[in-house]
């Protein structure tokens, strides 16, 4: 269950919302980047921002020097339209040339297009009826990708489902490793096997992490295998439920391969202990045992070395570490958030230069190359656009944990007057709040209309260690409730905040704490719950990803409904006063309609005030601009209604 969601009920009109600051330049944001293994170039797959934050359906793909000296913007051949968007770029072993997908607008199609380092030559290289993603070299200078043939939707469980109308009994489309062999694909792995992440090896096969079955349900059951010849076999199977793995990188040796291991909520939403196992088959080796942080990616760097990025608390860390274990040697650490490809960097080898993606909550996103600490600046789009916030790491002691989390305050608050202060819970549960730059959208709203904003790391969070991240299994809402109080509680005592002016919202696992908590406490006067979940019961059998639930709560709930019930905000519907206002995806398979439909019909049954919204063709997050402005909108007047 990932971050902020939305979705409409009535026939409302889109209504036009600028909020505070939209007179300022749109943020640029780089999603995507890939440096060429000379050291020359950097691609980036990048696009404005809307007013209100969402990300524009229009996107770019750029080719700059990394000296800074050229810049080429692609002209895709389908113009400047939405979802004429590329994606996955990629720099062939000679670094002669760029290879991109690129989806074709109104169907989940993509072709796969190369093009010159200098910008010139763009070819057509296939053309293929489903959704491709992850192009990479391998060995013997081969095009290898995931591709999903005949695909209903869009990949991920956080994508707009697919109409639930027929039989639905009948086999998914699954995601499978493929080779570009002239104007075809070779499939790798078998028809029967959704592969999620993947790596090569020397020799020539690959390893992935893959399960049967529904590819947006099952990633929670999935094992790591090794794929050759038309076959596939196990190399590391989780000993437990409650260990989910990602990013396989093999070493460049091709001996082993390290993965991270630990509890994930969701796909993409990476945390735990890094893990190496022998290609050749043997017992795999939690190499970061006891580690109090969690590892979220990580690569092989240029040196052969393993390098992970870690989130430590309030900072992310870039170590190295040696395959026997020992202690962490750190080559950089910052309050910031990196992203590259692996371990937040884009590689250059054998150069050791890098590329990768920084910002923080004041300083917007630029790419930056070089040496790894020793990066400076190739972008400057972003260039003068500051957040008027401070921002402050607060820590404190909960249940015997020591919980971190983020206070945000408009610039020179002064003492003299206190805030109104809004709580913002994080999704997943195992995911965190790191340092983004605070541009257009509701959070930086809200601080412009004078609220202090409160973002927890309760239990349950990545960036303590796996004992944390697990301290919430059979126990939502319930220790982390406690952990979010204590931290709400601190931040009164060391900051201007006015405790009688206090509001809650989160989405997803956030709309479901914000669900939960107005049920457990009078404190919050005013809640916004997107894309929560008001009932595990009947979630279970409503949502597209059960599997996730397990981990958590031990068992099915036809098998253990009391712990699902315990941890349910409508059993405690009856305790509710605060005014709730809530939103949701139509087309929502992690968290759906239903569960806001029957809190707000509660509510509404029960006299307490209460609003809600349904977003039409979202899924479980806002994509279209003008349901991100409604809900932000939505968001703010309802704030400031029973706030100030």
Request: aromatic share 8%.
């Amino acid at each position: 269950m990932s971050n902020a969601k939305v979705c409409w009920l009535a026939g409302l009109a889109a209504l036009a919302f600028t909020p505070a600051g939209a007179a300022e330049r749109p943020l640029h944001r780089y999603l995507e980047i890939a440096m060429s293994p000379d050291g020359a170039h950097v691609a980036a797959v990048e696009g404005d921002s809307t007013p209100a934050g969402a990300l524009q359906p229009t996107r770019q793909l750029v080719i700059r020097g990394a000296d800074g000296a050229s810049v080429v913007t692609i002209a895709l051949p389908c113009g400047q339209v939405a979802e004429c968007t590329p994606s996955s770029p990629v720099w062939s072993p000679d670094s002669s040339h760029l290879a991109f997908a690129l989806r074709t607008p109104g169907t989940h199609a993509r072709s796969i297009y190369s093009v010159s380092a200098d910008g010139t030559g763009l070819t057509r290289l296939l053309q293929f009826d489903g959704v491709i993603g992850d192009l990479r070299y391998v060995s013997g200078g081969r095009l290898a990708m995931l591709a999903t043939a005949g695909a209903t939707k869009e990949i991920g469980a956080t994508q707009a489902g697919a109409p639930i109308t027929g039989d639905l009994s009948g086999p998914t489309p699954e995601q499978r490793i493929a080779v570009l062999a002239g104007d075809h694909l070779d499939f790798v792995s078998p028809p029967d096997l959704f592969v999620y992440e993947y790596d090569a090896t020397p020799d020539g096969a690959f390893v992935g992490t893959a399960a049967p079955g529904d590819g947006d349900n099952n990633w929670w059951t999935a094992k790591l295998y090794r794929f050759a010849s038309g076959g596939a076999r196990v190399i590391y199977s989780p000993p437990d439920p409650q260990s989910q793995i990602a990013h396989p990188q093999v070493s460049p040796d091709g001996r082993e391969v390290a993965f991270i291991s630990g509890i994930m909520s969701d796909f993409g939403s990476t945390g735990g202990d890094v893990f190496v196992a022998p290609l050749a088959g043997g017992a795999a080796r939690d190499v970061t045992p006891n580690l109090a942080a969690s590892a979220t990616s990580l690569a092989y760097g240029c040196d052969g070395k393993l390098l992970v990025r870690l989130l430590d608390g309030a900072a992310i860390r870039l170590v190295r570490l040696s395959a026997d274990g020992g202690q962490p040697e750190t080559l950089w650490s910052g309050a910031e958030s990196l992203s590259g490809v692996d371990a937040g960097l884009a590689f250059a080898c054998p150069s050791a230069t890098t590329a990768t993606v920084r910002e923080s909550f004041t300083a917007p996103p630029e790419i930056a190359v070089g040496p790894i600490g020793a990066w400076k600046p190739l972008t400057h789009a972003n260039e003068g656009l500051t957040s008027p916030i401070e921002a402050r790491s607060l820590t404190w002691r909960s249940d015997g944990f020591r919980v971190q989390g983020w206070l945000l305050l408009p610039a020179h608050a002064g003492a003299a007057a206190k805030l109104p202060m809004i709580t913002i819970v994080h999704g997943g549960p195992a995911a965190a709040v790191t340092p983004r730059f605070v541009g257009p959208g509701l959070d930086r709203t809200l601080i412009e209309h004078g609220y202090a904003l409160f973002l927890p790391n309760p239990r349950g969070s990545f960036g303590q260690g796996e004992a944390f991240t697990r301290a919430n299994v059979r126990d939502f809402g319930h220790g982390d409730l406690r952990d979010i109080l204590a931290g709400v509680d601190t931040a009164i005592r060391e900051a201007p905040i006015d405790g009688t002016r206090l509001g809650l919202t989160g989405g997803s696992y956030g709309g479901y704490m914000t669900m939960w908590a107005v049920t457990q406490t009078h404190r919050f006067k005013a809640a916004v719950a997107a894309a929560g979940v008001s009932d595990w019961l009947s979630y279970y059998g409503e949502n597209g990803i059960d599997e996730w639930m397990i981990p958590y709560f031990g068992k099915s709930v036809y098998d253990d409904p009391a712990a699902y019930a315990r941890s349910s905000p409508i059993e405690f519907i009856r305790n509710v006063t605060t005014p709730t206002f809530e939103y949701v995806g139509a087309q929502d398979i992690e968290c759906p309609a239903p569960q806001t439909e029957e809190f707000w019909h509660a509510l509404h049954d029960l006299g307490v005030p209460t609003s809600m919204a349904i977003y039409p063709g979202e899924g479980h997050g806002l994509r279209d601009a003008a349901h991100a402005a409604d809900a932000d909108r939505r968001s703010l007047e309802w704030f400031d209604r029973y706030l100030k």
